[in-house]
Nanobody, 122 residues
């Protein structure tokens, strides 16, 4: 397993931006961001592999960008044009296993961060 530590959450007004970071203790094949709103199931938001294949949940495509600093094993999620519907706890996830085709399934990932809260007000 890999140790993950998220940061960068906070409160913003609708239309604002935040950048989440996830520091990983080592390089892994597949990393992703999930989120869980109050009373909702955990859902995949964005994911990427070490071969730079990325995927986005439709509601965030064009607004969120997932990227990685490979030298320092830090995963980022740049979130622009935030709406109140983006309010949730955001989790970083990682796995060294093959993940293509299952990048938004929580059970694909065996390492999780503690979560960082994002609140968007209208």
């Amino acid at each position: 397993q890999v140790q993950l530590m998220e940061s960068g959450g906070g409160s913003v007004q609708a239309g604002g931006s935040l950048r989440l970071s996830c520091a990983a203790s080592k390089d892994v094949h597949c990393m992703a961001w999930f989120r869980q709103g109050q009373g909702k199931e955990r859902e995949g938001v964005a994911a990427r592999t070490n071969s730079d294949m990325t995927t986005y949940e439709p509601s965030v495509k064009g607004r969120f960008t997932i990227s990685k600093d490979n030298a320092n094993n830090i995963l980022y999620l740049q979130m622009n044009s935030l709406t109140p519907e983006d309010t949730a706890i955001y989790y970083c996830a990682a796995t060294g296993r093959y993940c293509l085709g299952a990048m938004f399934r929580p059970d694909t990932f065996d390492s999780w961060g503690q979560g960082t809260r994002v609140t968007v007000s209208s």
